[in-house]
């Protein structure tokens, strides 16, 4: 008796759900294509002058983005980033910092207000709920407790030394102004508390494979804005880089190496753009 023929399958190609739990490799492409529209979306929409060129670019640029899936696609990839199976999200390092520092109110006294800035997951310091406060906020909210803001258009008045500690994880890189990724840190600088904390991670190769952007220029950049570092984390190699922040009593600095006001090549060679400007 001939066996039975078994049917082809059709030939198509990855539906949302596989693409969500595909390799990390097809995460970050969608990421990095995003990252390159909306800068370039942003360049447009900020030029002196529109024409008929201006508006058909931005016209492809819109329908490629939401051909991609829009920014529910990236955040569905970034939430995809921070699971348990690709090492988890960064409130980790976070935590353990804060531990070692003694940060730890008393019990019986005030928890620690934290500001999570684009928080994809409204419970990323459950663990830590006795003693930490947190507010998630994102420009696209995907849960009820998560707030809908842009952080860069909250009153700076109203939030003036709001919070012990604000977190920017993977959310400086995705602004896709330089300008405007450094009033994000002057920002947050006026929203702590006296002695507050900021977290900032970045992908590596932002500080390590960028034309304008080196670890000494961070430093330099973050002590200027009127910041201490107090620990820091990355390695040769690997995909994060991770630092922790004091907001500095009195004057911020003010020598410095380094040019914040414009771009300035310090590595030659095949690099990436990243730049963060004041």
Known sequence: MPKARKKKAPITGPGPSEVASGKPETTRTVIRRFHVLLKRQTQLEQASTRDAA?????????????????????????????????????????????????????????????????ALKPDNYKSCQTWIDATPIDLHSRHPSIQEQDFLKMNEDEYRSSWNIISLSLVVNFVPDAKDRGHMLRLAHTMLKPDGHLFLALPLPCILNSRYVTPEYIRSLMEVIGFTQVRSRWREGGKMAYWLYRKQDGRPATSTDFDFQRKVVLRTGHRNNFAILL
């Open 54 to 118: 201006t508006a058909q670019e931005l016209a492809k640029i819109a329908a490629e983005i939401e051909a991609l899936g829009g920014l529910e696609k990236y955040q569905e990839m970034s939430a995809i980033g921070q699971s348990s199976d690709r090492g988890g999200g960064s409130e980790k390092v976070l935590i353990g910092w804060l531990k070692e520092l003694q940060v730890k109110p008393a019990e019986g006294t005030a928890k620690l207000r934290l500001l999570e800035v684009g």
